[in-house]
Structures are given as C-alpha cells and as structure tokens.
C-alpha cells in the first residue's frame, strides 16, 4: 500500500506515508524514508524536496499526536478499560516521572518502533512545553530522518541485501534473548527449588 502511494502520488505519497506513521498506523517509519532515499537515487525525486519532505512528515504526525494528547488525553485516561490497567496513583506516578525525564523519553522514542505514538501522546498528556518539544523531537529527526535517507540513497542497489542482513541479526539476537530469559528462568526456578528443598 505504501509503496502504491508513494509510487501514484510522489511527493505528497512520501508525505502522506510519513504522517500516518508518525500517527501510529502500523506503517514502519523507516519504509518511505528508504523509499524516497532510493527514489532520490533513482531520479525520481529530488533529493533536496524529498529529504525535507521526509522530515517534515515525520514531524508534523508527531506535532498531532502531542496536541490530540494535550486536548484530549486526560478524556482518554477516564475511559473505563483505561482505568482498569492505569488507575489513578498509577497515572500520578508515570506523569510525574515523564514531567522529570520526558525530554529523554522523547528522544529515545525517535528511534524506537512501535513507542513512538505512545510517547508522543503521553509527551502532550504531561503537558511537556510545546517548544522543548518539537526541539527535542526535530533533533531527534534530524539524526534519524538523513540516516535512513542517506543509507538508502547510498546504497540503493544493495539495499534489499542489507535489509535480508539486518532482519537476519534481528532474528539472531531475540533468538539469543530468548535463551537468555529461558536460562534465568531456569536458575530462578532452580534456585527456588534448593530453598524449599
């Protein structure tokens, strides 16, 4: 569907691709970057529209995500099948401790699949300053965004390669995540056994 859209529309495909994932549709990010880094190589697009463009989508998914969570979060918060898992001491503590370290939660968030519109909306919810805000996440942009454009302008040709490559570690390293809990469960469970035995 992404790619559809980016080959129909261009420009607005890459944009429109970018702002839906930045509001949490589960479209990785990374995908129209890649895609308008290797578009870009291809001369389909130009580079100095497209990379801007990119940005700029990301960005302004993430801008929505704080103000719906600014407006309207604390209406979210009371839904009943919230308060069920988030009840209120709860709540006051996790606000509490993104108000004192939002700005890092934000950051990080840029990089990290899937707690990108989580954090964002959390970032509106705690009623982090809009600007301390969108400076964080723009330099967090700024490190992320050209990356993945550049590594795919770069490397256009050899891209599907690397991205076997990177999937193949990823698979590798929650294999060995995985026989790593296994092992501590073990010894948590043996541990126990030799107390009650």
Same mark, same amino acid.
Not at 29 to 36: H, M, N, S, T, Y
Not at 104 to 114: E, N, S
Not at 124 to 153: E, N, S, T, W, Y
């Given at each position: 569907?992404?790619?559809?859209?980016?080959?129909?529309?261009?420009?607005?495909?890459?944009?429109?691709?970018?702002?839906?994932?930045?509001?949490?549709?589960?479209?990785?990010?990374?995908?129209?970057?890649?895609?308008?880094?290797?578009?870009?190589?291809?001369?389909?697009?130009?580079?100095?529209?497209?990379?801007?463009?990119?940005?700029?989508?990301?960005?302004?998914? &993430?801008?929505?995500?704080?103000?719906?969570?600014?407006?309207?979060?604390?209406?979210?918060?009371?839904?009943?099948?919230?308060?069920?898992?988030?009840?209120?001491?709860?709540?006051?503590?996790?606000?509490?401790?993104?108000?004192?370290?939002?700005?890092?939660?934000?950051?990080?968030?840029?990089?990290?699949?899937?707690?990108?519109?989580?954090?964002?909306?959390?970032?509106?919810?705690?009623?982090?300053? *809009?600007?301390? *805000?969108?400076?964080?996440?723009?330099?967090?942009?700024?490190?992320?965004?050209?990356?993945?454009?550049?590594?795919?302008?770069?490397?256009? &040709?050899?891209?599907?390669?690397?991205?076997? &490559?990177?999937?193949?570690?990823?698979?590798?390293?929650?294999?060995?995540?995985?026989?790593?809990?296994?092992?501590?469960?073990?010894?948590?469970?043996?541990?126990?056994?030799?107390?009650?035995?």
């Amino acid at each position: 569907m992404v790619q559809q859209l980016i080959e129909h529309f261009t420009y607005v495909g890459i944009f429109l691709a970018l702002f839906a994932a930045g509001l949490g549709v589960p479209i990785p990010e990374e995908g129209p970057i890649l895609a308008a880094g290797v578009l870009a190589q291809e001369d389909v697009v130009r580079w100095w529209i497209a990379l801007p463009l990119c940005f700029l989508g990301v960005l302004s998914g &993430d801008v929505v995500l704080y103000w719906a969570g600014r407006h309207w979060g604390e209406r979210l918060l009371d839904w009943r099948v919230v308060r069920r898992v988030l009840t209120k001491p709860r709540e006051e503590y996790l606000l509490a401790a993104y108000r004192r370290h939002g700005v890092k939660i934000v950051f990080t968030a840029r990089h990290v699949i899937g707690l990108r519109a989580a954090a964002f909306l959390t970032a509106g919810i705690a009623r982090i300053p *809009f600007g301390k *805000f969108l400076l964080v996440d723009a330099v967090a942009a700024m490190v992320g965004v050209p990356v993945g454009f550049g590594v795919a302008f770069l490397f256009a &040709d050899q891209l599907e390669r690397v991205i076997a &490559d990177v999937h193949r570690v990823e698979r590798w390293i929650a294999l060995y995540a995985l026989l790593g809990i296994a092992a501590w469960l073990a010894w948590l469970a043996w541990r126990q056994s030799r107390r009650t035995g």
